[in-house]
């Protein structure tokens, strides 16, 4: 079975910074794009940043650049993906969600990713 589970979330003063973190399992993920997305009350999904199978091609949603950084361990049985999130501001706030696809180049729309996680909340204060 195909889990993949966020952690991380929570609340934070405006200019703090969160760690997400996405566990892979069920399958093989070693080869496979993944991405962070966001969904705000009373608004659409949006891309927030990508990650090539490697690691060695990244994007960013443009309001996010430069504070956040997205990176992933394929070393374990496990990939794991991360989003480093600093200098965070109110409207950053949104539920968070883990995406991967299969196969191997990042991508910034949402309909191209087949495995989603349940989402972690992130609040910022302001």
């Known amino acids: 079975q195909v889990q993949l589970v966020e952690s991380g979330g929570g609340l934070v003063q405006a200019g703090g910074s969160l760690r997400l973190s996405c566990a892979a399992s069920g399958r093989s993920f070693r080869t496979s794009a993944m991405g962070w997305f966001r969904q705000a009350p009373g608004k659409e999904r949006e891309f927030v940043a990508a990650?090539?199978?490697?690691?060695?091609?990244?994007?960013?949603l443009d309001s996010v650049k430069g504070r956040f950084i997205i990176s992933r361990d394929n070393a374990k049985n496990t990939v794991t993906l991360y989003l480093q999130m600093n200098s965070l501001k109110p409207e950053d706030t949104a539920v968070y969600y883990c995406?991967?696809?299969?196969?191997?180049?990042?991508?910034?729309?949402?309909?191209?990713?087949?495995?989603w996680g349940q989402g972690t909340q992130v609040t910022v204060s302001s």
């Open positions: 995406a991967a696809r299969t196969t191997y180049g990042a991508t910034i729309n949402g309909d191209d990713y087949h495995y």
């Open positions: 990650i090539s199978w490697s690691g060695g091609d990244t994007d960013y």
